[in-house]
């Protein structure tokens, strides 16, 4: 009767197929079934999807190569800014007095900042700049009254010793970020500044800031903005600061500077900065309409003709989010921001007249669509679900080019800058892999405009708190403990950690790529950040 499970259910009675079938005939139907959908549909599917997912990464390669290139040839032929843009140092006149150097405002945006609001009042306060040609501007957006009070008296203290310092303060918190800077620039006192540099909370520039960025715009009209790079005061916090290190390290040494160098356009990092202010209001000022509203200003600046200068030698101190909690939040807001800005501002790109062609292409194709969508796309969908899903459809195969040396290539060219972390580049690999499916997330609400596409959450600064919670010798209660735990658990990570793993032990029975090599490191990496064991735990 071997012939009966070959036939079709209504070939056969009911009564007869519940007597004659067995449990072997039952999976051989099964494995015929399974071997038909796996040939027929998923290994056409899948195939598509190598396709796109190699596309995307030949896409990513070739960029990260040509900048490669530009920044190695920056450096072999020494084009620093200083020697591409007339640079003098301010001096005082004689006769004029102060009157020669600009006037500039230094915002300082808050937003109950208890642990860093001293630290970036007093840096900006001790800028050695004119007294009489500078104006500090602390815009609180506090809602705590306690940080309110603490944070209107150290103004005070620094206004005692004669400091030109205003505190300023709004009725709301429309806009977020972009809100209180826009408001800042309507009191009537901003009439008579030429220029605005811009320091979020937790960054604390040299004294020297001013005399090393202004002087570009004393000789250069057609600059209007310089970009000073970040330092990183926490770095060696933990394995999450380090590898943020080796990523924002690859941002301001190569992406800013070739950007710099060849196009003079970058997307302003919203701090650390200091802007012409004919030019900000030229490009319409500052706009909430997403939530990166300085890449959003960089980009309706640049189409107004205006140039950008990246400075790398000048280093502004700041603190990295060491708390994944955190650091997550930050990556939504700058995977979620750029997409959603992209999709309201590329027909606007391509129908400006002031723009050269090349630009145009630059900043659409690889500023925005191989950088802001194609790596975030690329590197989760390819990495953490079509190569997993691959071991059980042996007839896909991705050829080694795509597998292992185009990704070593993007990899080491993405660490090389930062070398004293090069022994932890495959950590930062896999862990990139996870904070890739926030980023695609992230990427698909800012295009489709969905329900978090406007989402700002403070990134949280420690200051000196991780410290003084080393220090403290209270024990943990039972609750705190089981509240604590509950925060750390981050199911969207531990799903897909459980998925790699189920493929990885596939692989490891069945597969004959090796695939598993990889897969069970992924899915380690998976569960490591789902259970929030990265980062630093702060107390409550």
Avoid at 50 to 58: A, K, R
Avoid at 94 to 118: A, C, D, F, T
Avoid at 353 to 362: G, I
Avoid at 456 to 484: I, N, Y
Wanted: charged content about 20%.
């Amino acid at each position: 009767m071997d012939w009966f499970p070959l036939l079709p259910a209504s070939f056969v009675p009911e009564t007869v197929l519940v007597h004659l079938w067995t449990k072997d005939d039952v999976i051989r139907v099964l494995g015929v079934a399974w071997d038909f959908v796996r040939s027929s549909v998923l290994a056409p599917f899948l195939n598509i999807c190598v396709i796109v997912c190699l596309t995307m990464s030949i896409m990513l390669f070739i960029e990260r190569v040509y900048m490669g290139v530009v920044i190695l040839c920056v450096k072999l032929f020494g084009r620093k800014p200083e020697k591409r843009y007339k640079f003098e140092t301010i001096q005082v006149d004689v006769e004029k007095g102060h009157s020669n150097y600009p006037m500039v405002l230094v915002q300082i945006p808050m937003y109950n900042e208890r642990e860093v609001y001293k630290l970036s009042i007093g840096a900006a306060c001790g800028l050695s700049w004119p007294s009489d040609r500078v104006i500090i501007q602390v815009l609180d957006d506090s809602t705590d009254p306690i940080i309110k009070d603490l944070v209107e008296l150290e103004c005070q203290k620094w206004a005692n010793k004669g400091v030109n310092i205003k505190y300023e303060i709004r009725d709301n918190r429309n806009g977020y970020k972009a809100g209180a800077l826009k408001q800042g620039l309507k009191h009537s006192y901003v009439e008579e500044c030429d220029l605005v540099a811009i320091l979020d909370a937790d960054f604390q520039p040299d004294s020297d800031f001013l005399e090393k960025t202004v002087p570009y715009f004393v000789h250069n009209p057609e600059i209007g903005l310089v970009q000073a790079r970040w330092k990183f005061v926490n770095a060696d916090e933990c394995i999450l600061t380090r590898v943020q290190e080796m990523s924002l390290n690859y941002h301001f040494r190569v992406e800013q500077e070739v950007g710099s160098s060849t196009y003079a356009f970058f997307g302003f990092n919203g701090t650390a900065g200091v802007w012409r202010l004919s030019a900000l209001n030229e490009a319409g000022g500052w706009n909430d309409r997403t939530t990166v509203e300085d890449m959003d200003l960089a980009i309706r600046a640049s189409l107004k003709g205006w140039k950008f200068v990246y400075v790398g030698h000048i280093k502004v101190k700041n603190e990295l989010p060491s708390t994944f909690k955190a650091f997550r939040f930050q990556q939504h807001r700058w995977s979620c921001g750029p997409a959603n800005l992209f999709k309201k501002m590329v027909m606007e790109i391509i129908r400006n007249e002031r723009v050269n062609p090349w630009k145009k292409l630059y900043v659409i194709y690889s500023f925005f669509f191989v950088r802001k969508i194609v790596a975030h796309l690329s590197t989760f969908f390819f990495y953490c679900v079509i190569i997993p899903a691959t071991v059980f459809v042996p007839e896909v195969g991705i050829p080694k080019w795509g597998l292992v040396y185009i990704p070593s290539i993007i990899s080491i060219l993405n660490a090389i800058e930062t070398p004293r972390s090069f022994y932890l580049v495959f950590n930062r690999i896999l862990f990139e892999n996870v904070m890739s499916m926030h980023r695609t997330k992230g990427t698909f609400i800012g295009l489709l405009d969905a329900g978090r596409v406007n989402e700002w959450v403070v990134t949280e600064k420690l200051g000196d708190a991780l410290l003084k919670s080393k220090d403290s010798t209270r024990p943990a209660t039972k609750e705190s403990l089981m509240t604590r735990f509950r925060e750390r658990i981050y199911p969207l990570e531990l799903w897909i950690g459980f998925y790699i793993f189920v493929c990885a032990s596939y692989d490891l029975a069945f597969g004959k790529y090796w695939y598993f090599l990889y897969l069970f490191g992924q899915a380690i990496a998976f569960f490591i950040t789902g259970f929030g064991y990265i980062g630093t735990q702060i107390p409550k």
